[in-house]
């Protein structure tokens, strides 16, 4: 007599729903590693050698009242863009650092902004941390 059990089970494993989670995980860990800030490394940077430093910017200073200082030196806004030019002219990158201060109006700025633009002179605004 031949009597065969209609209830067989298979011993085969269905990897489709692991598949899944495995690729949510993956998912999940991608876009948690760019949430972490850079800022959190401890970073001991390298000391430095007291020598002056050669290639000292050339920086304007403007206070809230008007008053422009062109390394130190007290200068008016006509003379400027000549004590640049003779100041900037043996650079190999002529760079302005310009130190404003928080309460200057706009209107003293833009004429530095326009002799550094006149003659292809890089300019960088100096700010303060924020604390």
């Known amino acids: 007599m031949g009597i065969k059990s209609r209830n067989k089970i298979e011993a085969s494993f269905n990897m489709s729903s692991m598949t899944d989670i495995v690729f949510l995980l993956l998912v999940f860990f991608i876009i948690a590693s760019t949430l972490i800030t850079p800022n959190a490394?401890?970073?001991?940077l390298p000391k430095a050698s007291d020598t002056p430093q050669q290639n000292l910017p050339t920086t304007v200073e403007i206070q809230s009242d008007g008053i422009y200082a062109l390394d130190g030196n007290v200068i008016t806004i006509s003379?400027?863009?000549s004590s640049l030019i003779s100041a900037l002219s043996n650079k190999e990158k002529p760079g302005i650092v310009l130190k404003a201060d928080k309460d200057v109006v706009l209107d003293y700025i833009v004429p530095v902004m326009e002799i550094a633009n006149r003659n292809k002179f890089s300019l960088v605004l100096a700010t303060d941390s924020k604390k």
């Not at 490394?41 to 001991?44: A, F, M, Q, R």
């Open 41 to 44: 490394l401890n970073i001991i």
């Open 79 to 81: 003379q400027l863009e």
